[in-house]
């Protein structure tokens, strides 16, 4: 018998915040990770919509600019996204403090709980 490329050989366990080990630090996590995800995809929208806009724009130079804008202001966003994304990670390797990128999202406490 052959293996299927796609064929499992090992056991296929449910995500934490699916198992009941749900908390507050996986849930702001998992809504910092989506929000990125929401910020990509918009960059990648503006970049299609405004190649899109320029390729409809049929040579009109008031058209032209507006896709051009479109398409700078996307990539600005990208710069930012990327960056900020790379300062998080940065941030969360060198002091090994958990921001829900690489690490679970921590919040600081002060004093003891007893």
């Known amino acids: 018998m052959s293996t299927v490329l796609a064929q499992l050989t090992g ?8 198992a009941g080990n749900l908390n507050l630090m996986d849930i702001l996590g998992w809504i910092i990770r989506l929000f990125f995800i929401g910020a990509g995809l918009m960059v990648v929208y503006n970049l299609l919509y405004g190649g899109f806009e320029w390729i409809q724009s049929t040579g009109d130079k008031e058209k032209v600019a507006k896709a051009r804008n479109r398409i700078t202001n996307a990539l600005i966003g ?20 958990g ?12 004093g003891n709980a007893n």
């Open 99 to 110: 921001l829900g990128f690489t690490r679970q999202l921590n919040i600081p406490r002060f």
């Open 11 to 18: 056991n296929i366990t449910r995500p934490d915040f699916l």
């Open 78 to 97: 990208f710069v930012i996204l990327f960056a900020t994304v790379a300062i998080i990670i940065a941030i969360e390797q060198i002091f090994s403090f």
